[in-house]
């Protein structure tokens, strides 16, 4: 069944990472844009998240996960191979309700990373429900292709449009022919 795509709010939310490997550094390289507080739990982490460690960009517990880690989570994304510890992690959060992703392991996933489209304040999350992220990343490449360099210059061209006029028929059609001109 497909999942249902969401856009979130991550602002200051608190964003637990487990694992300080490759994968663990493009989800949170991913999360950053984002404005989320994240924290990265690992006995060792890649040169890439000890940068953004000492930069005051995320912060590092230097010790394996434990239960309390989760207090205050908002999500958790465990990024380790062991599955015995993605199964535990996913059973606390879910018992927690606290959003979880298990990496590469759908099974302990109560939402899925999109494939991301970032320009500004556009962005577009593209999934295949978990069945095949590579698909997703060449879809997104395919994507990136077909939008304008320009486009948060013209997300803001139209923002600034969309504000000035009433809410209406007329200013939808405003907008889609404004669109339609510089697309």
């Known amino acids: 069944m497909p999942l249902f795509p969401a856009f979130i709010d991550l602002k200051d939310k ?3 990472v487990v694992g300080g490997g490759k994968v663990a550094t493009r989800k949170v390289q991913k999360l950053l844009p984002f404005g989320a507080k994240i924290e990265v739990v690992s006995p060792r982490i890649t040169k890439e998240l000890q940068r953004l460690f000492l930069a005051g ?3 590092w517990k230097k010790r394996k ?13 465990v990024a380790v191979d062991s599955i015995g510890l993605q199964r ?3 059973n606390y959060c879910s018992k927690r309700k606290i959003l979880c992703n298990a990496v590469d392991s759908p099974d302990y996933c ?13 962005v577009i999350g ?7 992220p590579a698909l997703s990343a060449l879809l997104r490449e395919k994507i990136e292709e077909c939008i304008p360099k320009d486009v948060d210059k013209l997300l803001e061209e ?22 339609e001109k510089r697309m």
């Open 57 to 59: 960009k995320i912060s």
């Open 158 to 179: 139209a923002y600034r449009l969309r504000s000035s006029m009433k809410k209406g028929k007329r200013r939808q059609r405003v907008l889609k022919e404004f669109l």
């Open 14 to 16: 608190r964003i637990l």
């Open 110 to 122: 109560n939402f899925i990373f999109p494939a991301l489209v970032h320009k500004g304040d556009v």
């Open 88 to 90: 535990m992690v996913f």
């Open 65 to 77: 996960f434990l239960i309390k880690d989760l207090r205050s989570a908002y999500m958790v994304v």
């Open 126 to 132: 593209i999934s295949t429900s978990g069945k095949v």
